[in-house]
T-cell receptor, first 113, second 114 residues
């Protein structure tokens, strides 16, 4: 399809629980990106993939965050042992290349209580 | 290291007035530049992009932006604001081939007064 599909739209987890977010990129787009939007505006880059390979993971808090993009499956972002500060909206985006622009999904709002 | 500065966290204009949202960037290589709009509780929608072709870029909804290398700026304009333009606007930079990730500015909230 022509949209990036993110599920679920909302996710509530107790502190210490696991959270798993999903992203189906646009067909034909080789690159997938995850961003975290906190404090109303700030966007933080987490990780990117080129097909199923990690392309850039410089933004990932590696202790508790992990991500995968496997063939024929939605990409996923998993947070083990969530903390209150993980509360944010997580956006996925896909792109054919850097110059073609990025198409964003509508986000998953994670609330850790 | 790349960075983006958006001057003014809030901009208020009257309906029909000129919209000017400012964006300055720093990049060690020729950048790709983007403007995105975010409506409440929604994702980011691409308004326009600069990828080293024409310096004046036209986008959707009547918006345009001009790349000025000497000023390291990529300001967003629209001649006449509509009520429906009220939203959050983000400028972003990418280093193109070396790193595909976007670095975002902190956003500017556009308020349109009737």
């Amino acid at each position: 399809g022509e949209e990036v599909a993110q599920t679920p739209k909302h996710l509530v987890r107790g502190e210490g629980q696991k959270a798993k977010l999903y992203c189906a990129p646009i067909k034909g787009h080789s690159y997938v990106f995850w961003y975290q939007q906190v404090l109303k505006n700030e966007f933080k880059f987490l990780i990117s993939f080129q097909n199923e390979n990690v392309f850039d993971e410089t933004g990932m808090p590696k202790e508790r965050f992990s991500a995968k993009c496997l063939p024929n499956s939605p990409c996923s972002l998993e947070i083990q042992a969530t903390k209150l500060e993980d509360s944010a909206v997580y956006f996925c985006a896909s792109s054919q290349s850097s110059g073609s622009g990025y198409t964003f999904g509508s986000g998953t709002r994670l609330t850790v209580v | 290291a790349q960075s983006v500065t958006q001057l003014g966290s809030h901009v208020s204009v009257s309906e029909g007035a000129l919209v000017l949202l400012r964006c300055n960037y720093s990049s060690s290589v020729p950048p790709y530049l983007f403007w995105y709009v975010q409506y409440p509780n929604q994702g980011l929608q691409l308004l326009l992009k600069y990828t080293s072709a024409a310096t004046l870029v036209k986008g959707i909804n009547g918006f345009e932006a001009e790349f000025k290398k000497s000023e390291t700026s990529f300001h967003l304009t629209k001649p006449s604001a509509h009520m429906s333009d009220a939203a959050e606007y983000f400028c972003a930079v990418s280093e193109g081939d070396s790193s595909y990730k976007l670095i975002f500015g902190s956003g500017t909230r556009l308020l349109v007064r009737p």
